[in-house]
């Protein structure tokens, strides 16, 4: 059966809804531990303590905290970029030198302060870290609505042609049996949980 326009939309800002106020009622403390577990899996993972080049992203509010794997991944000798938005809402990168390089930037965000790169910096990276509510097995990831990262992934060459391996960072209980999609969702090829699991989606690499 057909769903009536708007359906997906509908389904979306109401499974948004519930997530971020799950996310909401988690004690700081709790983020602060399982962004210690998310470095920890990240050295642990060779996809990841191996690659020359990863994307990733500051984790700010109630986010997972990212802030520990980047400093992880960078000891272990990976280049690390983070995102910046730019005039427009395309995003574009820029390399993380540790806390001290990030400086405050729209939307509570935090952002390298560094020379900017453009997509396709993002493009040679052999992995890329994305900021999720959530994630489902098939690799849809439900993200704030905003559509930057949408756009962005949109850009990246097709699998088995260079496309980095793409992968959500969520809370375990994120990982969800069902997200509603759009004809512009761009799925990734699984998630990385906050206690270190890695569930690779369904029917992709």
Avoid at 49 to 64: D, F, K, L, N
Avoid at 136 to 154: F, P
Wanted: charged fraction near 20%; proline fraction near 10%; include cysteine.
């Amino acid at each position: 059966m057909d769903q009536p326009d708007g359906a997906p939309t509908a389904a979306k800002r109401a499974l948004r809804d519930r997530l971020l106020a799950r996310r909401a009622a988690r004690p700081a403390q709790a983020r602060t531990e399982l962004g210690l577990a998310l470095a920890t899996a990240a050295v642990g993972d060779p996809r990841l303590r191996t690659a020359s080049r990863v994307c990733g992203y500051v984790g700010v509010g109630t986010e997972p905290a990212t802030g520990p794997m980047l400093d992880a991944l960078r000891s272990a000798g990976v280049e690390v970029l983070l995102p910046v938005v730019a005039p427009g809402g395309a995003l574009r990168w820029a390399h993380y030198d540790g806390p001290q390089s990030l400086v405050p930037a729209a939307m509570g965000l935090l952002e390298p302060s560094g020379p900017r790169l453009d997509a396709s910096a993002a493009a040679a990276a052999d992995l890329m870290l994305v900021p999720a509510l959530g994630i489902d097995r098939g690799g849809n990831r439900l993200g704030r609505g905003g559509g930057y990262y949408d756009r962005m992934l949109a850009g990246l060459p097709p699998p088995g042609r260079g496309r980095p391996i793409t992968w959500g960072a969520v809370f375990d209980e994120e990982v969800l049996e069902a997200v509603p999609t759009e004809p512009h969702d761009v799925p990734l090829d699984g998630a990385l949980t906050a206690s270190g699991r890695i569930v690779l989606a369904t029917g992709l690499r």
